[in-house]
């Protein structure tokens, strides 16, 4: 039996089976569970790399459970797409627990560490579980694994957490409601589950009106997932007030699975014509996505704390995505795809920085900034590179994807699409320079006193890995595009 | 009429919906708002299993001595196996949001969401 056969189910298995296990561990020793807990996420990033090479030499993984044949049993695929997406879930997982280490310790109680672990550790089963799985109702299953781990971690954030976590389990759930509504009206009309199944018997029903309203439900279901303005009302508190890891966490990996479910269900789901041409949805989520950029960079713009900045400017770089998705030609969806991976490394770079503002000067505003390169030099430059890179200069990584958005939507012609591009971009521009003439240009007599040592390394290391990543995820794009996301975009584009 | 009548099972489901929708936008308690939420799910699992059911079938137990299948005689037991799921969802979404809701009283002393937004001010 060769091992890497069963990777693709592995990976789902050991963080579930471990967030068990950790519970027991911290009952004979605490102290261990962290080191537990970091194994189980670096076992998860290898076999996630070996999912990855396994698809770039060999194609389509098929993995069917329990040895029952789809479209009966429940089946695993993992094309490209789904291992890329694979690849930066676990990766991103595995870079931020070891930031956790530290800013955990500042905003939980000792004693109930192991819990946060495992709590964690679900959330990434979730995650992944969307990620790799085949069939439609499976997938709302995990939808809800890693929702309801999301909710927890975000409650154990600051005093107004709780109430954001309340807004946001309600709103979630209508959201995962929503998509299983969509799950059913699909099965009443044809009685599979199974995404490959589904997308050989849709076809002959794409006049039926339940298939629009199937659609409707599915698009809006997830819209509410991934905080697609004006269905965002959960985010900005939720991120604001979780504990920064958590934070980090959630900005870099669950809206971007979102975006993952929502090209599955409009283009493998259903064909790319039904989406562009036999509906409107195409057009809709266009304009949409562009209504949600504007929103997002002017929202941002009014913010006076660095986290809800970053969670406006995240409504708006998910406005990015939908944009680029929804186009429907091969420029703007690998410009969505490539910055699933762009934003997932930036967002949770910048996150982790205002965690680390939090931990050591114990404010996120932004006029924490005055003269903070004095006292924190490695990490204003991580800032300097990530901000770089939300503004979109290159050569770091944010310049590349919204480069191959603008080349989609003059593609399609879309210039207002093209114009709230640079508007975002411009916006980011403002916010982002305006904090670095207060990092690296403060007047002297403005700066305080009191000087901050810089973070601990073991949070400054994960940050300046995200922010050397930039970089050379920048220098490496075409390679990234030609080995892996050339092979995502749907046929008939 | 006939479609109100013959088609009665999805009008119960989407009344029920409906309910549950108006109470979790309306409603300033919480706890209202979360049987809101319940109500809401609970029209979705009836709407499953109510797809599954046929005129004149029984319970989808095979006898080993019949040896043609007829599938009209039988219910869908595909829908009640999902829902059984959606349930252990419902009730884990349900738990984890009482659980909020007791940090939330242990915090503000209270469930009204107004007075909350109150003392956060």
Known sequence: MNISDHSSILIIVIPLIASIINIFISLFKRSLCYSFFLLILGICVILSIDILSNVINSGTIRYKLGGWMPPWGIEYVVDHLNAYIIAIVSTMSLIIAVYSKESIKQEVPEPKLPYFYSTYLLLTTGLLGIAITGDIFNLYVFLEIASLAGYALIAIGEKRSVLASFNYIIMGTIGACFYLLGVGYIYIMTGSLNITDLSLLLPNLYESKVMLAALAFLVVGVAIKIALFPLHRWLPDSYTFAPSAVSAFASATMTKVGIYVLIRVSFTLFEPRFFTEITPLSSILVWWAIVAIFFGSIIALAQTDFKRTLSYILIAEVGYMVFGVSLGNKQGFIGAVLHILNDAVMIACLFMIAGGLMYRVGSRNLENFLGLNKSMPITMAAFTIAALSMIGIPPTAGFFSKWYLILGAIEAEQWIGAIALLFSSLVNAIIFFKLLEKIYFAKKDNIPKHKFPELPFSMLAPIVILALSILVIGASTGKIISKVIQFTVPGGF | ?121
């Open chain 2, 1 to 121: 009429m006939e479609i109100i009548i013959g088609k009665y099972n999805y009008w119960i489901y989407i009344a029920l919906m409906m309910i549950g929708f108006y109470a979790m936008i309306t409603k300033r308690n919480l706890v209202k708002k979360l049987v809101g939420m319940n109500i809401f799910q609970t029209a979705i699992i009836l709407f499953f299993i109510s797809t599954a059911y046929k005129k004149n079938a029984t319970i989808p137990i095979l006898i080993k001595s019949q040896e043609v299948i007829d599938p009209a005689q039988y219910i869908n037991p595909l829908p009640h196996v999902l829902m059984l799921t959606a349930i252990v969802v419902m009730v884990s979404t349900f738990g984890v949001a009482l659980a909020v809701i007791i940090m939330l009283y242990k915090q503000y002393k209270t469930l009204d969401e107004d007075e909350i937004i109150e003392q956060l001010e």
